[in-house]
């Protein structure tokens, strides 16, 4: 007999929405003001306005001279993010219910967000790939400006904005147009020189992903959950194992 707790909340009849934005500061800007905590959202989405090429319907809501904020609020909170995004120089462009969007056959927020929205791209164009940043907080746009003076034609941006420990994190989703490995190292380096953390999805070792480096707790949640190393064979590698547990054994005699 197994147990299992689950985590709940009550359901929200969230609306699908966009905002768009002439200027992606403007939009930053706005998506910090959604993570206030009297806010009822649930996902807060940012991406360049060359986005707009790969979501054919919905070019009438995200026009290619725009950066569009893709978000899904509750009901208690769309007065506010109406307000909110005109104060930050923005215009609602779309705000339908769960209803309305299944009616007019539109994409629903969350296909537009996170690793969907690198989805919708390689969908039309198979030549892209993409980063997982994290950037260092708070949020300075002058990454951003370095980072697209010296890559933009080849770089999209977009941003997503998650909860931790009770205050908001800023990650970036970057799509990148594919020519070398060596040039998805280079751009990945020149991330991590101006202080942001990059969890790569290219490779698929721990010591060469986000984590960095396998130490003894992560050695020893491996061993008690998966005893026959049947689980992601490889992902640690035998050589790093064995270090690391080499290491702790001096350490502690």
């Given at each position: 007999?197994?147990?299992v707790?689950?985590?709940g909340r ?12 002439g ?7 706005f ?14 989405s940012?991406?360049d306005?060359r986005f707009?090429q790969f ?5 009438a809501h ?5 950066h569009?904020?893709?978000?899904m ?18 215009h ?8 309305e ?5 539109l ?11 690198t989805?919708?791209?390689l ?6 790939t993409?980063?997982e ?6 949020y ?14 080849d770089?999209?941006?977009h ?9 908001y994190?800023?990650f970036v989703s970057p799509?990148l ?10 751009i990945s380096s020149?991330?991590?020189e101006?202080g ?26 491996k ?15 035998a ?5 690391v ?9």
């Amino acid at each position: 007999m197994s147990e299992v707790d689950v985590g709940g909340r009550p359901a929200v009849d969230s609306h699908h929405s966009i905002a768009s934005f002439g200027d992606c500061t403007y939009a930053v800007r706005f998506c910090e003001t959604l993570c206030r905590e009297d806010y009822d959202i649930f996902l807060i989405s940012v991406v360049d306005k060359r986005f707009s090429q790969f979501y054919r319907d919905l070019e009438a809501h995200i026009p290619d001279t725009k950066h569009a904020v893709f978000s899904m609020d509750g009901t208690k909170t769309i007065d506010a993010f109406k307000a909110d995004a005109i104060a930050d120089r923005g215009h609602v462009s779309l705000m339908m219910s769960n209803e309305e969007i299944a009616e007019t056959k539109l994409p629903p927020s969350y296909e537009c967000a996170f690793n969907h929205a690198t989805l919708q791209v390689l969908t039309s164009d198979r030549s892209w790939t993409y980063l997982e940043v994290a950037y260092p907080q708070p949020y300075d746009p002058a990454v951003d400006a370095v980072i697209l003076k010296e890559y933009g034609d080849d770089l999209l941006r977009h941003l997503e904005f998650a909860r931790e420990r009770g205050d908001y994190q800023l990650f970036v989703s970057p799509l990148l147009k594919f020519t070398t490995r060596e040039k998805l190292v280079e751009i990945s380096s020149r991330f991590e020189e101006l202080g942001c953390t990059i969890f790569d999805a290219h490779v698929y070792t721990i010591a060469e992903g986000g984590m960095k480096a396998v130490n003894v707790v992560r050695m020893a949640f491996k061993e008690n959950t998966d005893p026959h190393m049947l689980m992601n064979s490889g992902k640690t590698s035998a050589a790093e194992a064995k270090d690391v547990l080499a290491d702790y054994a001096l350490e502690t005699g």
